[in-house]
């Protein structure tokens, strides 16, 4: 059984930072890529970045230069370090990863950057 479990939401002041985390069970963790998405006030899960099984990694354009995306494959474990957030950032975040064709997602972790 797959299962995704993110934390490190929470309310922040713009310019701050933040650190999500995501643990990953149930799948061969390392070769799989990994996805952040997040769900803003249009209530879509719009992509943040990725990172590949061999650390590559891709990020919005929004993002880019602010978040970096890291993995810990021995504790199944991906990250995402938010810098200089702002209130466009606010949402919810969610790890995401597909698995025999099927995409997964965890329960998301709130991020409120307020101004």
């Known amino acids: 059984q797959v299962r995704l479990v993110e934390s490190g939401g929470g309310l922040v002041q713009a310019g701050g930072s933040l650190r999500l985390s995501c643990a990953a069970s149930?799948?061969?963790?390392?070769?799989?890529?990994m996805n952040w998405y997040r769900r803003g006030p249009g209530n879509q899960r719009d992509f943040v970045a990725s990172?590949?099984?061999?650390?590559?990694?891709n990020y919005d354009d929004s993002v880019m230069g602010r978040f970096t995306i890291s993995r810990n494959n021995p504790r199944n474990m991906v990250h995402l370090q938010m810098n200089s957030l702002n209130p466009e950032d606010t949402g919810v975040y969610f790890c995401?990863?597909?698995?025999?064709?099927?995409?997964?997602w965890g329960q998301g972790t709130q991020v409120t950057v307020s101004s």
């Open positions: 995401n990863t597909r698995y025999k064709g099927n995409d997964y």
């Open positions: 990172i590949e099984s061999n650390g590559g990694t």
């Open positions: 149930g799948i061969n963790f390392k070769i799989h890529r």
